[in-house]
């Protein structure tokens, strides 16, 4: 009791802390000796080696059961979405007619988008494949088929969207194309449907909901009357936009290195001006479902549109 209420002075204390460190009559370093200490680092040394060799096996084993050319879980991409370019934030398309400042943005990002699609490129990269069928290159049981073709999709396709004919995509008078991309799933066959088309499977757009400061109890019906005429390309002589078989299946990313994504564009002919339109664009393929609530881009996409007189 006398001992632990004594006041000890600074340099004492000091002093047992030096002793602690290193003790000169014990030759203790911290407390322990130098072999202590070794037997310490050797037991932690072969404590993580042995860590690391149980990780790096398990690590091997779990990569041997990896395909490298093809996901092991695909299931849940199983619908595939569609997208548009130009792409903005919110997905609007505003600008105003006879302002190049206000849709230069627009033409650039589609000059982006179909710079893989020239001509001299596709010629390299893609195979000329047969129209209207699948173009499957199966594995055959042990050979890989391997590297897969892929077939060309030039930008000439487009027609009067393909950015040669009309470097501004139509923006200039106010007409503007709007690309829509199927997002890629591998080893995905899309179902035609047989009225529309048997060699593709189509898509189309129209509006949905109507919004304006002007006259707010327009009909569906009606606000697609003012959207205007439409166009798409390719559309293999249809009123729809057509994504023709050959672009399916995907083989993914490793497989089929060239792979490029097909594109449909539409053609906005006469939409009237200052006016927001919502515009719903369609896959129509029996398997693919473009009607889920919950999901705005499994099969379908919403994009708005305006174009400002002034
Ligand atoms: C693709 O073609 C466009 C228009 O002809 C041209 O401006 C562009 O430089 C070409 N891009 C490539 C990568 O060849
Ligand atoms: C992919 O494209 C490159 C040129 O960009 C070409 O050299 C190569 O042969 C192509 N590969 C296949 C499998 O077609
Ligand atoms: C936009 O401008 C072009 C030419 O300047 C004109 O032909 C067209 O009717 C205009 N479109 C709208 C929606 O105002
Ligand atoms: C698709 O083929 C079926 C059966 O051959 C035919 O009845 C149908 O008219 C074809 N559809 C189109 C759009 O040509
Ligand atoms: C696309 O066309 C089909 C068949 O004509 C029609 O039922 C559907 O409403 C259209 N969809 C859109 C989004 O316009
Ligand atoms: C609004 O639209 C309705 C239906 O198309 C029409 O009957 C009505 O006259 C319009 N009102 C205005 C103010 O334009
Ligand atoms: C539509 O595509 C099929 C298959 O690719 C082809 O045989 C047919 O000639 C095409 N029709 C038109 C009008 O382009």
Redesign the pocket.
């Known amino acids: 009791m006398a001992a632990l209420s004594q006041k000890r002075s600074c340099a004492e204390v000091m002093a047992d802390f030096k002793e602690f460190i290193w003790n000169p009559r014990t030759r203790e370093f911290m407390g322990r000796t130098a072999s202590s200490w070794g037997l310490i680092l050797a037991f932690y040394l072969v404590f993580y080696a042995f860590l690391t060799a149980v990780f790096a096996l398990s690590m091997w084993v779990m990569l041997q059961t990896i395909d490298d050319q093809f996901p092991t879980y695909s299931d849940r991409l199983a619908n595939p979405g569609l997208m548009i370019r130009p792409k903005t934030d919110g997905l609007e398309i505003v600008y105003t007619n006879g302002t190049s400042d206000t849709w230069q943005s627009y033409v650039k990002a589609l000059d982006d988008v179909l710079q893989d699609y020239n001509v001299s490129i596709q010629e390299q990269r893609g195979s000329v494949c047969?129209?209207?069928?699948f173009n499957n290159q199966n594995d055959a049981a042990d050979v890989r088929n391997f590297p897969k073709k892929a077939c060309r999709f030039e930008r000439t396709l487009l027609q009067q969207c393909d950015g040669i004919v009309d470097p501004t995509y139509g923006y200039r008078s106010g007409q503007p194309c709007v690309l829509i991309k199927i997002n890629r799933v591998i080893n995905f066959r899309p179902g035609v449907i047989h009225s529309l088309?048997?060699?593709?499977i189509t898509v189309n757009c129209s509006t949905t909901r109507f919004k304006s400061s002007v006259n707010v109890s327009v009909s569906i019906a009606d606000n697609d009357r003012r959207l205007g005429d439409r166009i798409y390309f390719?559309?293999?002589?249809?009123t729809f936009g057509?994504f023709?078989l050959?672009y399916f299946p995907y083989y993914g990313k490793k497989a089929q290195v060239n792979y490029t994504q097909p594109l449909v564009a539409i053609k906005f002919l006469n939409p009237e001006p200052d006016t927001d339109f919502f515009v719903q664009c369609r896959i129509n393929a029996d398997n693919i479902n473009s009607n889920d609530e919950r999901d705005k881009f499994s099969g379908r996409v919403i994009f708005k549109l305006r174009i400002n007189s002034k």
């Open positions: 047969n129209p209207g069928v088309s048997n060699h593709s390719p559309n293999n002589g249809t057509t023709d050959m």
